[in-house]
């Protein structure tokens, strides 16, 4: 029994150990919605964990004042006609309120 017990904590252990390694992969997923496609090219250079850490900061005009530095100043391989359609994205889920 106490053998037992002993396996099941160890192996709980060895499960949040790997929940948590888990975690800062990708642990944070888009959440659904018009445009999300379009913003899943955000994760070609670091992941999306850097769109919920910013939530709440921005709205649309710092939303695309964002995606724009992405593409100026990093190169971030986005479409410029695709801009809107991600800020507005973002700022509908992650943004200070809904899209002005
Ligand atoms: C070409 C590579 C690349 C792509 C693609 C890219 N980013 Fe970034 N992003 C960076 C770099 C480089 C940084 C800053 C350095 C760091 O901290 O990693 C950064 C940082 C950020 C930050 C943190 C705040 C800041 O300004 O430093 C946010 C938010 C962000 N990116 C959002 C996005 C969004 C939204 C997209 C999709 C529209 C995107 N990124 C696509 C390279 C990229």
Redesign the pocket.
């Known amino acids: 029994m106490r053998t037992l017990a002993m396996g099941a904590l160890v192996g709980a252990l060895m499960f949040a150990a790997a929940g948590s390694a888990m975690a800062q992969e990708d642990k944070v997923v888009l959440k659904d919605g018009p445009g999300r496609d379009?913003?899943m090219?955000?994760?070609?250079?670091?992941s999306?964990d850097?769109?919920p850490?910013?939530s709440r900061f921005?709205n649309k005009a710092g939303?695309t004042a964002?995606?724009n530095?992405?593409?100026n100043?990093?190169?971030?391989?986005?479409p410029k006609s695709?801009?809107e359609e991600?800020a507005t994205y973002?700022t509908q889920n992650y943004g200070t309120g809904p899209a002005k």
């Open positions: 379009k913003t090219q955000c994760i070609a250079c670091h999306v850097y769109i850490m910013n921005l939303w964002e995606v530095k992405m593409i100043v990093f190169g971030a391989p986005i695709d801009v991600i973002l």
